[in-house]
Nanobody, 116 residues
């Protein structure tokens, strides 16, 4: 059974940092493209960052380039999102997504609030 469990969200002041984690199980993590998405109140879910299985190539939304870093630990079956210089507009529920080609799975989300 595919399972994705996010953690690390919370309340942070503007300019602060958070690191999100996504623990994966039930599939071959190292062979799966992984992504972070977010959904702000009243808005559609949007792609934040993606990391491929082979080569670990990354891509980012323009709004987070230079501030966020996606990474993966294939030995620990864990996906990360390091978020620096956070802004109020980064406030959202953050979801990790596994895209295995023949399956797609989402985590339950972890909320991030950026506010003073």
């Amino acid at each position: 059974q595919v399972q994705l469990v996010e953690s690390g969200g919370g309340l942070v002041q503007p300019g602060g940092s958070l690191r999100l984690s996504c623990a994966a199980s039930g599939f071959t993590f190292s062979s799966t493209t992984m992504s972070w998405y977010r959904q702000a109140p009243g808005k559609e879910r949007e792609l934040v960052a993606v990391i491929t299985s082979v080569g670990g190539r990354t891509n980012y939304a323009d709004s987070v380039k230079g501030r966020f870093t996606i990474s993966r630990d294939n030995a620990e079956n864990t996906l990360y999102l390091q978020m620096n210089r956070l802004k109020a507009e980064d406030t959202a529920v953050y979801y990790c997504k596994a895209d295995g080609g023949i399956f797609v799975s989402w985590g339950q989300g972890t909320p991030v609030t950026v506010s003073s």
